[in-house]
């Protein structure tokens, strides 16, 4: 069965980082598409950023780009996103997730992803 499992989460000060890391175990080959979410209490879904395997492009929300770096490691199967300069809005849940169907680009929709992990939280505080 295929699993994704997040790690990396936890309790950091504004302006601090961390690195969430996506261990990904028994898929069924290549995902088109390898993503992080991030969830609100009492809100959906939204995608933090993504990479497109078929061209490796990669694509980041307004509110993370130029603070968080999406990287995959195939030997390792692992996914990684590089979280620095946390603001307190960055609190929330975050999912790693798989798309194994080539769309062109990565979908904005989290009903195209099949496979999510459990979730890791980061809390932005002082």
């Known amino acids: 069965q295929a699993q994704l499992v997040e790690s990396g989460g936890g309790l950091v000060q504004p302006g601090g980082s961390l690195r969430l890391s996506c261990v990904a175990s028994n898929f069924p080959g290549r995902s088109a598409c390898v993503s992080w979410f991030r969830q609100f209490p009492g809100n959906g879904r939204e995608k933090v950023a993504s990479?497109?395997?078929?061209?490796?492009?990669?694509h980041y929300s307004d509110s993370v780009k130029g603070r968080f770096t999406i990287s995959q490691d195939n030997a390792k199967n692992t996914l990684y996103l590089q979280m620095n300069r946390h603001k307190p809005d960055d609190t929330a849940m975050y999912y790693c997730?798989?798309?194994?169907?080539?769309?062109?680009?990565?979908?904005?929709?989290?009903?195209?992803?099949?496979?999510w992990g459990q979730g890791t939280q980061v809390t932005v505080s002082s």
């Open positions: 997730t798989a798309d194994q169907i080539p769309r062109g680009i990565c979908s904005f929709n989290n009903k195209h992803y099949h496979y």
């Open positions: 990479i497109y395997t078929p061209n490796t492009s990669t």
